[in-house]
C-alpha cells in the first residue's frame, strides 16, 4: 500500500508570507499525486494534481507543487498567503490502477494552515 | 462540473438505529468511495465500489455496509449505530486520472 507522510499537523503564517506545506510519500511506481484543501464543514476540494507530465505543477488560488522524485516528495507552495487561505490541506497519492482507471487514494493527516493578518 | 451529493448535511440518530447515509454522483464516474474523518486521524477509507453491485472493503469496514444497485449511488448503510460511529462522512467519484470529487459530507451524531 501507498503512504503519505505531511510533516506538520499545523503551520502558522503572516499574511502575504510564503506558504509551505510539506509532503511524502512512498510508492514503488511512479504515482499520481494530488493536494486537497477542505474548508469548515465542506467536503475537499482538487487544489492541483500530478500525473507524470511537466513536474511543476500550478494548481488553483495561486498555490503550486513540485515532484522531486529523488525525495519521493511533493511539497505545496504559494508566494504570499491570503487570509481566505486559511483551511484544512491533504496530500494524497494514489494506488496506480490498471489502464486509465484511478485507484484509491491514500491521504496523509492532513495540515492546518492558519493565517494571521 | 461534476457533482457528488450527500442526502443529509447533519443527521442525528440514536444508538442502534440503522442508518442510511446516501450519495448520488451526476457524471456516470466508475468509482465511489466512503470515507469517515475524524480530528488528528485524517480520512479513512470505509468501502468502495468500481462498478455496480460491486463493493470492496476499506481500512475500516467494522460496523459499516454498503450498497451499489446503480451506477450513480453508493449508499453507506450503519447496521447498528454506536456513539464511535460519530464522525465527518465523506463520499467522493472518480473517473480515471482526475482524481477524486468529493461531495460536501454528512456530519452524523449518535447518541
Known amino acids: 500500500a501507498q503512504s503519505v507522510t505531511q510533516l506538520g499537523s499545523h503551520v502558522s503564517v503572516s499574511e502575504g508570507a510564503l506558504v509551505l506545506l510539506r509532503c511524502n510519500y512512498s510508492s514503488s511506481v511512479p504515482p499520481y499525486l494530488f493536494w486537497y484543501v477542505q474548508y469548515p464543514n465542506q467536503g475537499l476540494q482538487l487544489l492541483l494534481k500530478?500525473?507524470?507530465?511537466?513536474?511543476l505543477v500550478k494548481g488553483i488560488n495561486g498555490f503550486e507543487a513540485e515532484f522531486k522524485k529523488s525525495e519521493t516528495s511533493f511539497h505545496l507552495t504559494k508566494p504570499s498567503a491570503h487570509m481566505s487561505d486559511a483551511a484544512e490541506y491533504f496530500c494524497?497519492?494514489?494506488?496506480?490502477?490498471?489502464?486509465?482507471?484511478?485507484?484509491?487514494?491514500?491521504f496523509g493527516r492532513g495540515t492546518q494552515l492558519t493565517v494571521w493578518p | 462540473d461534476v457533482k457528488v451529493t450527500q442526502s443529509s448535511r447533519y443527521l442525528v440518530k440514536r444508538t442502534g438505529e440503522k442508518v442510511f447515509l446516501e450519495c448520488v454522483q451526476d457524471m456516470d464516474h466508475e468509482n465511489m468511495f466512503w470515507y469517515r474523518q475524524d480530528p488528528g486521524l485524517g480520512l479513512r477509507l470505509i468501502y468502495f465500489s468500481y462498478d455496480v453491485k460491486m463493493k470492496e472493503k476499506g481500512d475500516i469496514p467494522e460496523g459499516y455496509s454498503v450498497s451499489r444497485e446503480k451506477k450513480e449511488r453508493f449508499s453507506l448503510i450503519l447496521e447498528s449505530a454506536s456513539t464511535n460511529q460519530t464522525s465527518m462522512y465523506l463520499c467522493?467519484?472518480?473517473?480515471?486520472?482526475?482524481?477524486?470529487?468529493f461531495g460536501s459530507g454528512t456530519r452524523l451524531t449518535v447518541v
Open positions: 500530478y500525473t507524470s507530465a511537466a513536474t
Open positions: 467522493a467519484s472518480s473517473l480515471g486520472g482526475d482524481g477524486y470529487t
Open positions: 494524497a497519492v494514489s494506488d496506480p490502477g490498471g489502464g486509465s482507471t484511478l485507484g484509491r487514494l491514500y
